[in-house]
Structures are given as C-alpha cells and as structure tokens.
C-alpha cells in the first residue's frame, strides 16, 4: 500500500510549482563502518533532506511499511506541517498531547493521495501561522534528549503512554501554547529521569 501511495504523490506533485521530490538512488541504510563513503553519504543526504524539510511549510509523511513513519517527527521537530497520508496511523503519546499535534498536522486518506495539492491549498496563512507555532511549542514534548531525557519529553510521554496505569501522581505541567495542559509524567518516573541524569554525570566524571 505505501507504493501506491507514493506513485499517487509523484503522480500529482511532478511538474507542479513549489513541489520538491527527492530521488534517492541508493540505500538509505549505514553500514557498519560509520566512517565509509556509503555512510557519510547516507548522513549527507539526511541532513540536506533535513534542511530542506526546515525550510518548507509542509512536508509529506506517507505510510511507510507500517502505518508510521519517521519523517512525520522529522518534519514536526523542525517546524513542518506534517502531511499524513497514513489511515491507520495514531500518535503515540497520550491523548492531550496526540490532540495536540493533530491540530498541527493535515490528514489526507491514502485513497486522495492524488489530491493532496488541493486539501493544501485549503488551509490558511493564519491557519498554517497557527500549526506553526503549535509545532514549536510542542518540540519538547515530542524530542528525545541524550544524555539523560528531561521532564516531559518524549522519553516522559512514552512511559506515559504504555502505562499509564501503573503511574500515580500524575503532574499536568503547562504548555508553552496559550496556557494549554498537556499531561505531565508520574513522579517516579521524574525520579528516573533524574536518576539517568546523574549516572550519566558519573560516567562523565569517570
């Protein structure tokens, strides 16, 4: 399925104005050797892909082999309007936050793939403005920090997600958005967020 929608993208977006479609003529995979021409050039191309994504105002997110795909936090993390064409696809955070970003994402069915041009064009300046800023206030809540991962983020959000039953004194901390509440984690898991932060600085100090 994640090739017919794909061909359906390439089908409406070649030739059209604003529209950029990269062709990648090799495996997007490093190999072992993170220092082998393959690998910098994988790196290379990630990072040009990555720039590009920060400078556009959306970017595509078909399904890949799973009903998920990584550009979708890609584009996020970057301030991209996500464009999911993914029927099955479902944040993976608790719902506040998985709320949240669906207010700045675009949702297109697999089936309109081929008519995603015009479902962009519907949505405002002020809307796009709006997703925007959603997108940068929400960068923390959707990232992963190394070494050790911070109140609230992605690392938070997940335990959150797979468990939230097993959680007691669950913290609502305000978001940077207008005030809004997006779930917050347990105290215990601050407690290992806290407890990774100072092995790591033990390591560190080792």
Same mark, same amino acid.
């Given at each position: 399925?994640?090739?017919? #929608?794909?061909?359906?993208?390439?089908?409406?977006?070649?030739?059209?104005?604003?529209?950029?479609?990269?062709?990648?003529? %090799?495996?997007?995979?490093?190999?072992?050797?993170?220092?082998?021409?393959?690998?910098?050039?994988?790196?290379?191309?990630?990072?040009?892909?990555?720039?590009?994504?920060?400078?556009?105002?959306?970017?595509?997110?078909?399904?890949?082999?799973?009903?998920?795909?990584?550009?979708?936090?890609?584009?996020?993390?970057?301030?991209?309007?996500?464009?999911?064409? *993914?029927?099955?696809?479902?944040?993976? %955070?608790?719902?506040?936050?998985?709320? @949240?970003?669906?207010?700045?994402?675009? %949702?297109?069915?697999?089936?309109?793939?081929?008519? #995603?041009?015009?479902?962009?064009?519907?949505?405002?300046?002020?809307?796009?403005?709006?997703?925007?800023?959603?997108?940068?206030?929400?960068?923390?809540?959707?990232?992963?920090?190394?070494?050790?991962?911070?109140?609230?983020?992605?690392?938070?959000?997940?335990?959150?997600?797979?468990?939230?039953? *097993?959680?007691?004194?669950?913290?609502?901390?305000?978001?940077?958005?207008?005030?809004?509440?997006?779930?917050?984690?347990?105290?215990?898991? @601050?407690?290992?967020?806290?407890?990774?932060?100072?092995?790591?600085?033990?390591?560190?100090? #080792?």
């Amino acid at each position: 399925e994640n090739s017919k #929608v794909r061909l359906a993208l390439k089908q409406a977006l070649h030739g059209q104005p604003g529209c950029v479609i990269q062709a990648v003529a %090799f495996v997007m995979k490093q190999d072992r050797n993170e220092t082998s021409e393959h690998s910098l050039r994988v790196r290379e191309t990630v990072q040009n892909t990555i720039q590009d994504m920060a400078r556009a105002t959306f970017c595509l997110c078909p399904r890949g082999k799973t009903a998920g795909t990584r550009r979708i936090f890609e584009a996020a993390l970057v301030g991209c309007i996500p464009v999911i064409l *993914s029927d099955q696809y479902h944040w993976p %955070f608790p719902p506040a936050l998985a709320r @949240e970003l669906s207010r700045c994402a675009v %949702f297109v069915k697999e089936a309109d793939a081929g008519h #995603v041009l015009d479902v962009v064009h519907q949505i405002t300046p002020h809307q796009q403005a709006q997703m925007h800023t959603g997108l940068r206030s929400l960068a923390h809540n959707i990232a992963f920090h190394l070494p050790a991962p911070l109140l609230n983020d992605a690392f938070f959000q997940t335990l959150h997600q797979l468990a939230p039953s *097993s959680l007691s004194s669950t913290l609502s901390l305000p978001n940077a958005r207008s005030g809004s509440l997006i779930e917050g984690m347990d105290v215990g898991c @601050e407690t290992l967020a806290l407890k990774f932060q100072r092995e790591s600085e033990i390591r560190h100090e #080792v």
